[in-house]
């Protein structure tokens, strides 16, 4: 059984920063991609960022230059900083990962965690 589960989201004023981490645990073979996504009220899901096993990244332009991803492949754990927060960041920060099992170590599938809110208010 694979999960993987968010921490450190939370309450910030506006121009504050908050670091999200999201860890995979259980009967993992490798983990490949990890991503963050977030869903704000009455708004689709949007990619937020994305980081290969090799550490390559991509944003979405409305978080360039403010948030940053990475991971640790030994902790099988991403992160998400996120400085300057504005108005318009606010939403449950999910995270994923495409990952293999012990079972099926030549078979990847997406996994997805809960979720944590975050709130950006004076």
């Known amino acids: 059984q694979v999960q993987l589960v968010e921490s450190g989201g939370g309450l910030v004023e506006p121009g504050g920063s908050l670091i999200l981490s999201c860890a995979a645990s259980g009967s993992i073979f490798r983990v490949y991609g990890m991503g963050w996504y977030r869903q704000a009220p009455g708004k689709q899901r949007e990619l937020v960022a994305n980081?290969?096993?090799?550490?390559?990244?991509n944003y979405a332009n409305s978080v360039k230059g403010r948030f940053t991803i990475s991971r640790d492949n030994a902790k099988n754990t991403a992160y998400l900083r996120m400085n300057s927060l504005k108005p318009e960041d606010p939403a449950v920060y999910s995270c994923?990962?495409?990952?293999?099992?012990?079972?099926?170590?030549?078979?990847?599938?997406?996994?997805w965690g809960q979720g944590t809110q975050v709130t950006v208010s004076s």
């Open positions: 980081i290969t096993r090799g550490g390559n990244t």
């Open positions: 994923n990962a495409e990952l293999s099992n012990h079972a099926r170590p030549l078979v990847p599938a997406t996994y």
